[in-house]
């Protein structure tokens, strides 16, 4: 089975200095945003992350929600995206019923999470990115 990670570590070998991803006035190449990915991935990993776990994902459209998304399929593990759009007690709900062991996710959908009557479901691993990171 092709992993779409593979893809993503191919590009970079052999069209690494060509842009991958244009955001605003930003860009990347396929090389920077593999580096990107294997830092995030090393990260995961350090803190548990192994093949068939299952991280969950809130961002917004941007290129670390593609960051986000790419490192746990390095790994091996399931993504769980959760649209940015649901409303944090729907966000909490396929939180539990995913059985995700990980959360990345943008500050402000941390804040409205931890801010439900039940909070984050327990022994959840939280990973907060802000704005420039």
Same mark, same amino acid.
């Given at each position: 089975?092709?992993? *779409? %990670?593979?893809?993503?570590?191919?590009?970079?070998?052999?069209? #690494?200095?060509?842009?991958?991803?244009?955001? #605003? !006035?930003?860009?990347?190449?396929?090389?920077?945003?593999? !580096?990107?990915?294997?830092?995030?991935?090393?990260?995961?990993?350090?803190? #548990?992350?192994?093949?068939? !776990?299952?991280?969950?994902?809130?961002? !917004?459209?941007? *290129?670390?929600?593609?960051?986000?998304?790419?490192? *746990?399929? $390095?790994? #091996?593990?399931?993504?769980?995206?959760?649209?940015? $759009?649901?409303?944090? %007690?729907?966000?909490?709900?396929?939180? =539990?019923?995913?059985?995700?062991?990980?959360?990345?996710?943008?500050?402000?959908?941390?804040? %409205?999470?931890?801010?439900? *009557?039940?909070?984050?479901?327990?022994?959840? $691993?939280?990973?907060?990115?802000?704005?420039? =990171?």
């Amino acid at each position: 089975m092709l992993n *779409p %990670a593979y893809f993503l570590t191919r590009n970079a070998r052999h069209f #690494g200095s060509k842009v991958a991803v244009f955001h #605003g !006035d930003q860009s990347w190449t396929y090389r920077e945003l593999n !580096d990107r990915v294997g830092r995030l991935a090393s990260a995961l990993k350090s803190i #548990g992350v192994a093949k068939d !776990d299952r991280v969950a994902i809130i961002t !917004d459209t941007e *290129p670390r929600g593609m960051e986000c998304m790419y490192a *746990p399929l $390095r790994l #091996g593990a399931a993504i769980v995206p959760i649209g940015p $759009r649901l409303h944090p %007690a729907e966000q909490r709900y396929i939180l =539990e019923n995913s059985e995700a062991s990980v959360l990345i996710c943008n500050r402000r959908f941390y804040t %409205a999470l931890i801010d439900l *009557p039940d909070g984050l479901p327990s022994g959840l $691993r939280v990973i907060v990115m802000d704005a420039g =990171e």
